[in-house]
């Protein structure tokens, strides 16, 4: 539309020439009135309408002109329905993480114009990270290269069982790690901006909230507003850390926003909460050789296998990692400055009036994680939100209660938090909107993996989920050790590693549930995941041949269910 009003779309009189014969409105004789009321209180001409909504008068629709240089704004910004054809974008993203990049990317396959706006607010701590979202900078990637790291020192071990003689004493370097990693992540940074300068998708590092149905304000780092409208807008803003709102939470403690880019190395540290990312970051922490305890409210890993969740506790307790159980931090105080200072902490019994107290040079909050929903200006556009958890409700084609405005990732409510479902309900929905495509996002049988030092990978159901939904006596539960060849040279952790599935007995016997702890897990899961959406039995696993000597083997001969009550111990590979 630019700054010139379409002829019909506006009605212009010229001065000083005769008056223009008036449509009568539908409705009769009082909106007749009301439109001379309006068009009388102007002070110039020509009087200035858009589809019978008056804009106003010479003299306000030139200073629009002059301000904004588009006249759609002043509709929007005075509450007047905007010209569909004269947005300024066909799609904006709110949200540069994975799902946002891969719908931006994907509309503008189909020549379609696209907007997306990303900002970081810095956490408490200061810690601030480039386009990409949590997977990239201070989730997915940077967990799991400080796993591998952690894995190597275990490497290191083996080895000498392996022949390999190390003359000098094996220490780690915390900066060269980060420094490692943050290098990795900033090349990651730089190919994500390249890519949509490349597919001409517009990008703006600001802060982008609705101001009108059509219309975002994004603001940027400078304090700096600039208003877009948009035909669509898909809303992919993510999660934030929570933090505990106990006394010194945010002055002293860090959360995985500051982990992973840490200046220092961390030391002593305490790990508040059971969330795969506690567990993640205490494994890793434990493994570079610090001493690491986790507090934990209740259970482990809630919303996951509680049998694979309790194995993993108690392997991560063997190999150094302590637990205070049944605690919650009510107090963190500062003792002594420093990278890193000392910090006291001051803790609760969740069963009784205990009170224990402890000193850590780093508290590390994992407790959950909050929707990055409740100041982007959703309440003025009318969008919906689960005013407990955040959480915006949509249906199954991830529209929200408002027909132009979908949401994609994490901030879905009743949906997988993980990023490769992110990009594929975005590319999907992207598909839908401009390709006329009609697959939906499938969120069941979604594979997932936890990198704990024992790797947990995932499935399908849990085995109370299974019980509950199935019940117990319709379920079958087969399930075995395994020791890896690599670990038996060095002679450890036999009978830790852990295969279970779970079938419907109802249903010919379908896997319904797969379960892992092993080297590997995530790798391992990716291929059962797709024979699980194909329908797969235990009769065809077990028609399958092994590789030998894998892991994997394992699923292809498991023969003692879990009623049954038998021996699962091995005693070699």
């Not at 019978?52 to 003299?59: A, F, L, R, V, W």
């Not at 005075?78 to 010209?83: A, E, H, W």
């Not at 063997?318 to 105080?333: C, D, L, Q």
């Not at 909050?370 to 982007?376: A, G, M, N, S, Y």
Request: hydrophobic share 35%; aromatic share 8%.
């Amino acid at each position: 539309m630019g700054s010139t009003l379409r002829k019909s779309q506006a009605v212009r009189q010229a001065p000083g020439s005769a008056p223009l014969e008036r449509r009568r409105p539908a409705g009769g004789a009082p909106k007749l009135r009301e439109g001379q009321r309006e068009a009388a209180a102007e002070t110039s001409q020509p009087v200035v309408s858009v589809r019978e909504k008056q804009i106003g008068d010479h003299e306000r629709t030139l200073k629009a002109h002059k301000e904004e240089d588009n006249p759609q704004k002043t509709m929007e910004a005075n509450g007047l329905t905007p010209v569909p054809d004269s947005y300024d974008y066909d799609l904006i993203v709110i949200g540069g993480g994975s799902g946002g990049l891969a719908a931006a990317k994907e509309a503008a396959k189909y020549e379609k114009k696209v907007m997306v706006l990303d900002f970081v607010t810095p956490t408490p701590q200061g810690s601030s990270w480039g386009l990409g979202g949590t997977c990239v900078n201070v989730g997915c990637i940077p967990k799991k290269l400080m796993h591998q790291a952690a894995l190597l020192g275990q490497a290191l071990q083996d080895s000498r069982k392996f022949g390999w003689q190390l003359t000098e004493e094996v220490k780690h370097s915390w900066m060269t790690m980060t420094e490692s990693v943050q290098n990795y992540i900033g090349s990651l940074n730089w190919g994500y901006r390249v890519a949509l300068r490349d597919t001409k998708v517009t990008y703006e590092n600001a802060y982008g909230e609705f101001v009108g149905p059509h219309t975002i304000k994004a603001t940027n780092k400078k304090g700096i507003e600039k208003l877009y409208t948009a035909e669509r807008f898909i809303i992919a803003t993510g999660e934030r850390p929570r933090y505990l709102g106990i006394p010194g939470d945010k002055e002293y403690c860090i959360s995985s926003d500051d982990l992973f880019s840490l200046p220092y190395c961390p030391g002593k540290t305490l790990v508040v909460g059971a969330s795969y990312v506690a567990l993640e970051c205490a494994g890793f922490l434990a493994g570079l050789g610090l001493d690491v305890t986790v507090m934990v409210r209740s259970i482990l890993l809630r919303g996951f296998d509680q049998d694979m969740a309790n194995k993993i506790g108690e392997y991560m307790k063997e190999h150094g990692v302590n637990f205070i159980r049944e605690f919650v931090p009510i107090k963190v105080e500062q003792v002594e400055e420093g990278t890193p200072g000392i910090l006291k902490v001051t803790a609760k019994s969740t069963t009784g009036d205990q009170m224990i107290e402890g000193e850590y040079n780093t508290v590390l909050l994992a407790i959950g994680r909050d929707p990055c929903t409740r100041k982007i200006g959703l309440d003025k556009v009318g969008v919906n939100i689960n005013e407990k958890t955040g959480k915006i409700p949509v249906n199954d084609e991830e529209q929200t209660n408002v027909p132009h405005i979908y949401a994609v990732g994490d901030i879905l409510q009743g949906k997988l938090e993980l990023t490769p479902v992110a990009i594929q309900a975005g590319r999907l929905l992207v598909r839908r909107l401009y390709a006329g495509e009609t697959t939906k996002c499938d969120y069941v049988n979604v594979p997932t993996t936890v990198f704990t030092p024992l790797e947990y990978g995932a499935c399908g159901y849990s085995e109370e989920t299974a019980v509950e939904k199935f019940g117990e006596q319709n379920i079958e539960v087969y399930h075995s050790h395994f020791w890896p060849l690599e670990w038996t040279v060095p002679s450890r952790d036999n009978n830790k590693c852990y295969a279970k599935i779970i079938c419907n007995i109802q249903d010919n016997e379908r896997v319904i549930g797969f379960h892992v702890l092993g080297p590997n897990a995530g790798e391992v899961t990716q291929g059962f995941a797709a024979a699980i959406k194909c329908g797969l039995t235990k009769e065809q696993l077990d028609s399958t041949i092994g590789i030998h000597p894998v892991c994997a083997e394992v699923f292809t001969n498991l023969s003692v269910t879990k009623r049954s009550g038998e021996d699962i111990t091995v005693s070699g590979c």
